[in-house]
Nanobody, 124 residues
Framework: QVQLVESGGGLVQPGGSLRLSCAAS????????MYWYRQAPGKQRELVAA???????NYTDSVRGRFTISRDNAKNTVYLLMNSLKPEDTAVYYC??????????????????WGQGTQVTVSS
């Protein structure tokens, strides 16, 4: 019902920066909180950052002060600006959202369909 497409990943040296984007599309009625997750090889997916519809943000301790989550409500898009990247930030990054989608004209609460993610590799 709602698709998420991440972009902006790549290879960057330690200390470098990247800006990730994630656009939601489909039968969207409204979007509440939006999230960025990451999954490193051999590890579980972890929540990295969250932003409410009103713009309040929260971060996991390992990225606080280095990453900034933001959103463009008109474009149903969430961003993640990552500064001072470290090798341990290497992972596939995914986004998702608490949202209402339309099914036969009625809004239903749910979560987006997981996208392919975008690979971030921090290495010299």
């Amino acid at each position: 019902q709602v698709q998420l497409v991440e972009s902006g990943g790549g290879l960057v040296q330690p200390g470098g920066s990247l800006r990730l984007s994630c656009a939601a599309s489909g039968s969207i009625f409204s979007i509440d909180a939006m999230y960025w997750y990451r999954q490193a090889p051999g590890k579980q997916r972890e929540l990295v950052a969250a932003i409410t519809s009103g713009g309040s943000t929260n971060y996991t301790d390992s990225v606080r002060g280095r990453f900034t989550i933001s959103r463009d409500n008109a474009k149903n898009t969430v961003y993640l600006l990552m500064n001072s990247l470290k090798p341990e930030d290497t992972a596939v990054y995914y986004c998702n959202a608490d949202l209402y989608y339309l099914l036969e004209g009625s809004p239903l609460r749910g979560f987006g369909s997981w996208g392919q993610g975008t690979q971030v590799t921090v290495s010299s």
